[in-house]
């Protein structure tokens, strides 16, 4: 599936995501890749936003930190798509 715009937004995010929870765990990228049985310029190359991520390729990452995944949507503006606690989304609409 080619790169739109759209999705070079939020592989960038991702890998932003992904660095910051590395750093926060205080792993190398060269310990993620050897969990991961991956190289060391890959797992860079995640977190640089080069590559679109499958949801598999995710959960495999996330396990190589020793963490689950949690999935949430947000709207454009960046609010999030349901409030804390609710299991369906907010309506926009008036009525």
Known sequence: MPRTAASEIHAKAV???????RHELGLTQAQVAERLGASASYVAAV???????TLGQI????NA?????SVSFVRPDGTPALSEGT???????AG
């Open 15 to 21: 890998g932003r995501e992904i660095r910051a929870t």
């Open 47 to 53: 977190e640089a936003g080069r590559h679109n991520l």
């Open 59 to 62: 959960a495999n990452i996330a």
């Open 65 to 69: 930190m020793r963490l689950g995944v």
């Open 87 to 93: 299991d369906s989304p907010q309506s926009t609409a």
